[in-house]
């Protein structure tokens, strides 16, 4: 199954010269890397990132992460995926721009519903 996470410009930098992260300023502050499924993703987007341009959308396995990333309750009681450890950049199955439209919603390409 795959997971996603939503970088900004400077985050997906960050990952790609480094080679690993621990996510944005709230995923530090919370203690893990906060990613969504693709059912959850668009309101991800609206929730967290609405307005902003230039975000980058990367996609994991997650199977690939092992014990470090659990399911935990959130947002209305449904399970998301945190991870309890450093992204790395060789986890990154892909990744792609996720530009705004002329309506300010985020344009989701690929396989994403």
């Known amino acids: 199954m795959l997971i996603y996470k939503i970088l900004r ?3 997906w930098a960050a990952l790609d010269a480094r080679g690993e992260t621990r996510g944005a300023p709230v995923d530090v502050d919370d ?3 906060h990613f969504s499924t693709a059912e959850q993703l668009r309101e991800t987007a609206t929730r967290h990132f609405a307005g902003e341009e230039d975000l980058v959308l990367v996609a994991i396995e997650a199977d690939t992460l092992g014990a470090a990333l659990r399911w935990e309750r959130s947002r209305g009681g449904a ?3 945190h991870l309890y450890a450093p992204l790395r ?3 990154v199955l892909w990744h792609a721009p996720l530009p705004l439209g002329p309506d300010g919603r985020h344009r ?3 396989d994403i519903p």
Do not use: S
């Open 9 to 11: 410009p400077a985050e």
């Open 31 to 33: 203690g893990f890397v």
């Open 89 to 91: 950049r060789d986890a």
């Open 79 to 81: 399970l998301f995926p």
């Open 108 to 110: 989701f390409g690929r």
